[in-house]
């Protein structure tokens, strides 16, 4: 009888400890999913991911926005770091930085660069934010624009950023989000391989197949977002020709518009030249008189996007002839030297800067130039023996200048 009893407690017991451990195999997820929907700063909604980095440069200095988290709910916000360093990556201190966002509020909007080079602020988010699923913030020091994207994550809504389609060659990579509904989530691709970066961001890497593929964010929920991507032959994807060119202030290139889905738009920064239409498969570009490296940007009717490199220099300024010498000997004797009679025309000619170019000389008396054609004339002048000089100057539209000397003398007769 003992033994049956001692042999019945322990069953009991069994049964007791596997319920516990059963009790905490619930508990655990259920407090890890608790702890994951709370924001890091407590506001509410999922917690934001990694940081996310928007960088441009030009040929003097690199310029990048890191937001952190990456991704935030309506109510929340995120740090946002500018740095602007050479392309040596010492620091550019003391620049003035403008900040501008496509959606809440920014503070301060606009600073300067400590001696590390960097500007930082912050992003708000509405409680009533109804927009997204992301802003774009950018941020404009020396007229250089680097932009990052941040994710707004709207509970009760699942989509993918970007939207798509997109078009991707065998082998392209593309960062996605998944953006809004309920952590956690998966995500299943019909083609390619995906890399996770964190809970909400995935890199996708286009396989060897061309075709269309979809890639599925699912969420706690159930809700699922799709976005589509077609992988295609060179000849399939959006393509900018050419690539990369270098003007001289008021040259002109025709940029041609390939691919991908028409209509096509063009967009190039109104402060570097002027484009001679921003709609149709070509454009021709103008450039201005600011030197630096632009972006001219394509992009289609689904938002693919290309870009072209524009190198803008602007060639030092340069005059012909640098130096004139007039020499005649007078006439008449030692005792009597008599005079010189000077009488002649010199074509000066301005190459560089930045047209158009203004002629003009110090003495009107001597000579005279042609502001315009740069044609300079003398005479007929009669002078004694001397040494005398007149000084031809050239500017250019940006106000470059270059001088030559025109030297002038009349030398005593010969003993």
Sequence with gaps: MREREMTRSMRNRGRT?????LFSLLLIPALLVGCKNKGSDGSKGPSGGATITGTAQNGVFRLSVNINPNTIPPGGSAG??????????????????QMATSGGTLNPVAGKTDSAGKFVTSISI?????GG???????IVDGLTAKATLFINVPGTLSIDPKGPLFLAPGDTQFLN????????????????????????????????????????????NNSASVEIN?????TLLTIAPTSVSLRPGQTQIFQATGGRPPYTWSFPATAGTLSTTTGPTTTLTAGTTEGTFTLLLTDSVGATKSA?????????????DKVDAVQTA?????????????????????????????SNAIAQIGTINPTTGLYTVGPITVGVSKFNDVVTVRDSIGQQKSATVNFECKAPAI
């Design 17 to 21: 400890l596997r319920g516990i451990a």
């Design 80 to 97: 946002i770091t500018v740095l602007a360093t050479t392309l040596n990556g010492a620091p550019l201190d003391n620049r003035p930085v």
């Design 126 to 130: 509405e409680d009533t934010f109804a």
């Design 133 to 139: 699923p992301s802003v774009e913030v950018s941020a």
């Design 178 to 221: 998944c953006v809004g509904g309920v952590d956690p989530v998966r995500w299943e691709p019909s083609g390619g391989t995906l890399n996770r970066l964190n809970e909400r961001s995935v890199i996708f890497t286009a396989g060897s197949l061309t075709g269309i593929f979809f890639v599925k964010c699912t969420d706690a929920a």
């Design 231 to 235: 992988i295609g032959t060179a000849q």
């Design 309 to 321: 490199a524009v190198n803008i220099r602007v060639e030092a300024l340069t005059l012909s002839p």
């Design 331 to 359: 006439s008449g004797t030692i005792a009597a030297p008599g005079t010189c009679t000077f009488s002649f025309t010199v074509q000066f000619t301005a190459t560089g800067g930045v047209p158009t170019y203004t002629f």
